[in-house]
């Protein structure tokens, strides 16, 4: 009896044991299955950084179905394009460690001028930045804002030269070309690789432009098409027509001298990185 | 339970609660439970009123059916990434006795196996939020074809338009959104969770129809009036008078607030309504056109200027950004004023996504 008694609780012990265990299990796979779909849900947001909301759904749809090609559509949007002065020159006398230090530093600035006002930045071509505005979400005020991001980019860049120079490394220059018109914008590329760009005759002019910022010795130039479109308050000199290449008719370009009675609302320094630790109500 | 929202970045709350007794239990009467998050708009009574008043949970949807307004609700808020919003509307569908497995499973089922209806409904929420009124067109079409009725279309529109308000209302003071994300974690919340069932299924009622009272004159005058019949045109009509009679920011600065936003959604029947009520207000054409176009004019005052500029940011926004730039207002405005903007702007934001769908297509 007594015998019979403990084989049974010994049953039910390694029973119990059992089911723990089992529980213990399935509670873990639970955790895990949450934290992977956290893990998704972050993915897409963080691609979201990369392209739209609905770009990125529509991406994510397609890599499924193969055989749908790009997508796009025509919009109205500015074009920003930045490159480094003297680059080449710099790569060729620096160290790689050094150019990586004074080409990061560049870019964070550049980025952060564009996000600062609203635009987006398209791609790193080598030294050169493309970033559109309005090529996203509609945005009335987009050749306001491409113009502020490049007035915040001078004044950036002059900071990190002065930064620089206590580092007793060489300072950089740059030159900044704009143009507002119509384009196509998408996810655009082959199969295999696709990225959200805008493409058009505004990137290409805005490319000219800045390179047309060595010949006119200035650092900001706006095409005519963008002037007309600009806040009155912008401080603007014209430039004598001058041609380029791939446009038949020389072109009208002015440079940006500043703002009038510049008026924006300054992010206040972040107070926390993420909000998990936020306080109670 | 882990909210999807967790990771999205959130700044520490802008503005201090202030307890106000009458508030607390007028919300606490409509609603069955405490809202302590109103604490953070008492001084700004309307604002305090119409977080509570506006909520599509509490007697306003006499057609649409409760479970797709709770569904819209808990997606757009997403799709803001609106923390405080999202956990709220999560804790109330545990609250309701929905289990965790349950949410998690309408959250997936999103995009795979919802009824027609109800996927043509989230599909016109979510455009709403990622394009605004442009879209409102196609959506309109797409919600008919799906068989909604022309009420239970207004109604969509209104659950969404005012989940875009709470969002906004609840995202720039940056609420903080952790009490009620942990709560379904907690030991006291789930021991009470069969009693703050009963408290929230006492509560929650469908609308009963109601005529409007009296014709409204305020800017958006037509809107209230497209829903005549409807409890949503007292409550809707209230808030809008009060907005407009609130002390704290001037007629001209609130209507230049709701002008902006309508050009930055690109909303033409809510364009012309503003339009009429800014000349009322003795502000010309060209001097509207000038705002519009470059968001300054020499004719606006230190506040307006200020003010126009930020309504802008409230259109299309990441929650962290757009708190450190309210922060930004903080040393030049006074608390209520602080607060009426934040009302403002995002009773604006609701009111011209509603507006092109309900008052005609942009």
Not at chain 1, 77 to 97: K, Q
Not at chain 1, 219 to 238: H, K, N, Q, W, Y
Not at chain 2, 76 to 101: D, H, I
Not at chain 2, 276 to 300: F, K, M, S
Request: a neutral charge; proline letters at 6%; hydrophobic letters at 45%.
């Amino acid at each position: 009896m007594m015998l019979a008694l403990a084989m049974s609780a010994t049953i039910a012990a390694v029973l119990a044991v059992a089911l723990y265990r089992q529980w213990q299990r399935a509670r873990n796979l639970q955790r895990q299955l949450r934290a992977a779909a956290a893990d998704l849900e972050h993915l897409q947001k963080a691609c979201a950084r990369l392209a739209p909301a609905g770009v990125v759904q529509s991406l994510v749809a397609d890599g499924i179905r193969p055989d749908v090609g790009p997508t796009a559509e025509r919009k109205l949007a500015t074009a920003l394009f930045v490159d480094l002065v003297g680059f080449t020159a710099m790569s060729e006398r620096l160290e790689p460690e050094i150019l990586l230090r004074i080409i990061n530093g560049y870019y964070q600035c550049v980025s952060d001028a564009v996000d600062e006002h609203r635009g987006h930045v398209g791609s790193y071509v080598g030294d050169g930045i493309v970033a559109y505005f309005g090529a996203i979400q509609p945005n009335p005020w987009q050749c306001d804002d491409a113009v502020r991001a490049a007035l915040a980019m001078r004044a950036s860049i002059r900071d990190y030269n002065a930064e620089l120079a206590r580092e007793g490394l060489p300072t950089v220059a740059i030159g900044i070309g704009i143009d507002q018109g119509p384009g196509l914008a998408g996810l655009l590329g082959s199969r295999a690789r696709r990225e959200y760009a805008f493409i058009g005759r505004p990137v290409n002019l805005a490319a000219r432009l800045q390179a047309l910022t060595r010949v006119h010795g200035t650092d900001i130039l706006v095409s005519e098409a963008l002037r007309t479109e600009l806040d009155p308050g912008f401080i603007l000199t014209p430039m004598p027509a001058t041609a380029v290449k791939g446009f038949a008719e020389p072109v009208v370009t002015y440079i940006v001298e500043g703002h009038s009675a510049h008026v924006d609302i300054a992010e206040a320094p972040k107070t926390s990185a993420r909000s998990s630790r936020d306080s109670s109500a | 339970m882990a909210s999807a929202l967790e990771h999205v970045a959130w700044e520490t709350c802008l503005v201090d609660p202030q307890p106000d007794r009458a508030l607390e239990a007028y919300a606490r009467r409509k609603t069955g439970i405490p809202v302590r998050s109103i604490r953070y708009f008492t001084p700004v009574p309307w604002l305090a009123r119409a977080v509570i008043d506006l909520h599509p949970e509490y007697g306003l949807l006499m057609h649409l059916d409760q479970n797709t307004a709770d569904l819209l609700t808990l997606i757009v808020s997403r799709e803001n990434s609106c923390r405080f919003c999202y956990a709220a509307q999560r804790a109330l569908l545990w609250g309701q006795g929905m289990s965790e497995a349950h949410i998690q499973r309408l959250e997936q089922e999103l995009s795979a196996a919802l009824a027609p209806r109800t996927a043509a409904a989230i599909a016109f929420g979510r455009t709403q939020s990622r394009v605004g009124p442009a879209a409102a067109g196609d959506a309109r079409a797409a919600l008919r074809n799906a068989g909604f009725g022309e009420e239970e279309m207004k109604e969509i529109a209104f659950t969404v338009a005012v989940t875009d308000f709470l969002n906004r209302a609840h995202t720039i003071p940056a609420i903080p959104a952790r009490p009620l994300e942990r709560m379904p974690d907690q030991f006291l919340p789930r021991l009470l969770r069969p009693i703050i069932n009963r408290i929230i299924e006492r509560h929650r009622s469908r609308g009963q129809s109601a005529p409007l009272e009296r014709a409204p004159s305020h800017p958006y005058a037509r809107l209230i009036e497209r829903y005549a019949g409807s409890p949503i045109a007292s409550a809707l009509g209230r808030t809008m008078e009060e907005m407009w009679a609130s002390p704290h920011l001037t007629r001209r600065c609130k209507l230049l607030i709701f002008a902006v936003i309508a050009r930055g959604l690109a909303c033409d029947v809510c364009a012309v309504e503003i339009r009429n009520a800014l000349e009322a207000e003795g502000l010309n054409e060209p001097t509207l056109a000038r705002v519009l176009t470059h968001l300054d004019a020499p004719e606006l005052d230190e506040i307006d200027r200020l003010l126009v500029r930020f309504a802008r940011e409230t259109i299309w926004f990441d929650p962290a950004a757009l708190q450190r730039r309210a922060r930004g207002l903080r040393d030049r405005l006074s608390v209520p004023q602080l607060i009426e903007v934040i009302g403002v702007t995002s009773l604006a934001n609701g009111i011209c996504r509603m507006g092109a769908m309900v008052m005609g297509h942009s």
